[in-house]
Structure formats: C-alpha cells, structure tokens
Antibody, heavy 123, light 107 residues
Framework: QVQLVQSGAEVKKPGASVKVSCKAS????????ITWVRQAPGQGLEYMGW????????DYAQKLQGRVTMTTDTSTSTAYMELRSLRSDDTAVFYC????????????????WGQGTTVTVSS | DIQMTQSPSSVSASVGDRVTITCRAS??????LAWYQQKPGKAPKLLIY???SLQSGVPSRFSGSGSGTDFTLTISSLQPEDFATYYC?????????FGQGTRLEIK
C-alpha cells in the first residue's frame, strides 16, 4: 500500500541540527511532490516547504529560509528535511506528505501523510 | 503570502447536526483549496480537494463548496467519529498556507 514512513523521535539541544527522513513505498516516488509541515504542541499546521523528487525544485517557507534544506534520494525513495540552528520554539511534530496528483505540484492537496516525527529542542 | 481565515475557531454540536465551517482567503485562489481533518495524535487526513472534490474513501456526508476567496466545508449529519479539528489549506500558490483550524466538539 502507499505509505510514508518517517524516522523516529529526536531530542536536540539548542543550536543543533536535525535531519528527518521520510521513506516512500507503494508508488512511483519521483512522480509526486513532498510537502513538509510541522505542528507545535497545541498549535495548528505550519507549512515548512515542498520538494519535487522529479527535478529537485524546492519552495521553503520564508521564516525558515537559511535554516532548512529539503532533499530527496530517488535510489531509496526517501525524502529528507534538515533544520539547523534549532531553537526551543522549533519543538514540534514534523510531517511529510505526498502531493495527491502525479506531476502536478500542490494544487490537489496532499493525500498520504507520514506518521509524524517528534522533535524536542531542550537544553 | 495568502492568509487563510477560518471561522468559527470552535463549534459545539450534537450527533446528527449539520455543521458548516467557512474559510476565507486574503486573495483569490480559484478553486485550489483543500480541507483536512485531524484527530489528536494523528496526522491530518485529506477530505476535500479542489474545493469540492471528495477524496476517495471519505463519507459523502462531507462536502465542500466555493471558489475565489470564500469556501465552506459542510458535514451534513455529524457522526461520533467526526469530532476533530478541521483545517483549510490554499493550494493555489507557494507558499502553501493553512487556516488556523476549527475544533469541532461534542455538545
């Protein structure tokens, strides 16, 4: 079945980096963009960015520019999100999600989500 | 960035009630709007895409409408499993933006 499986929970100190993985299966990985979303405790959904595994094009949320990098490894059907210079307010659950429509970015929403990765930033 | 404003922020309703949630975009987004349902501790679930298209496997009591800047999500007859938080998302242009969420609670 189509699924996205994310890496496990992380605890990091302020100033450190975290790299979350999202392994896809059950579909042609390069045909669907991947969106990253985070959710701080008790808060709403926040868009972090998007990447096309097809051509590597990315879009990053302005507030994260310079701290976030999204990549894909098409040989393993895995997407990665690295966030650097972590702060306490980066504590959140991080989700990857697949564009619903093949080869069409974002218009049709995201239909498959990973289970979420909790990242805790604490000294 | 396009701002998405949902209302109400929370609503209390009973099983069997009809509930409508609205979402307004700060500028026109054609029909590129999606609705998600999220339950505590779970990932969001796509309900509606392109403003009014029902995602496969989603019960027909969910429906969406609207275009341009004003959109609605309607649940025609609430079921116990529908009590959750609902988010709209504009998918017209980068950066994608979400509404702040509407918490649907049992009355």
């Amino acid at each position: 079945q189509v699924q996205l499986v994310q890496s496990g929970a992380e605890v990091k100190k302020p100033g450190a980096s975290v790299k979350v993985s999202c392994k896809a299966s059950g579909y042609t990985f390069i045909n669907h963009g991947i969106t990253w979303v985070r959710q701080a405790p008790g808060q709403g959904l926040e868009y972090m960015g998007w990447i096309s595994p097809h051509n590597g094009n990315t879009d990053y949320a302005q507030k994260l520019q310079g701290r976030v990098t999204m990549t894909t490894d098409t040989s393993t059907s895995t997407a990665y999100m690295e966030l650097r210079s972590l702060r306490s307010d980066d504590t959140a659950v991080f989700y990857c999600a697949r564009d619903r429509q093949e080869l069409v970015p974002i218009y049709y929403g995201t239909d498959v989500w990973g289970q979420g990765t909790t990242v805790t930033v604490s000294s | 960035d396009i701002q998405m404003t949902q209302s109400p922020s929370s609503v209390s309703a009973s099983v069997g009630d009809r509930v409508t949630i609205t979402c307004r975009a700060s500028q026109g987004i054609n029909s590129w709007l999606a609705w998600y349902q999220q339950k505590p501790g779970k990932a969001p679930k796509l309900l509606i895409y392109a403003a009014s298209s029902l995602q496969s496997g989603v019960p027909s009591r969910f429906s969406g409408s609207g275009s341009g800047t004003d959109f609605t999500l309607t649940i025609s007859s609430l079921q116990p499993e529908d009590f959750a938080t609902y988010y709209c998302q504009q998918a017209n242009s980068f950066p994608i933006t979400f509404g702040q969420g509407t918490r649907l609670e049992i009355k």
